[in-house]
């Protein structure tokens, strides 16, 4: 049993699609509160791009 939770510990495969998420995750958190923090909301601008 030690030897499967060694092994399962030290696979290292997955490891990058995961570190990639967590980066695009990260980015949308970033982008949002940025776009927030500037006082403008979705709704602004979907409607102002839709407009043009």
């Not at 030897?3 to 995961?18: H, K, L, M, N, Y």
């Not at 998420?21 to 709704?43: M, P």
Request: hydrophobic content about 55%; glycine content about 8%.
């Amino acid at each position: 049993m030690v030897t499967v939770i060694q092994s399962f510990v030290r696979d290292q495969t997955g490891i990058a699609p995961i570190e990639y998420g967590l980066i695009a995750a990260i980015l949308v958190v970033l982008a949002t509160a940025a776009v927030s923090a500037a006082g403008y909301n979705i709704h602004d601008l979907i409607g102002n791009a839709s407009q043009s």
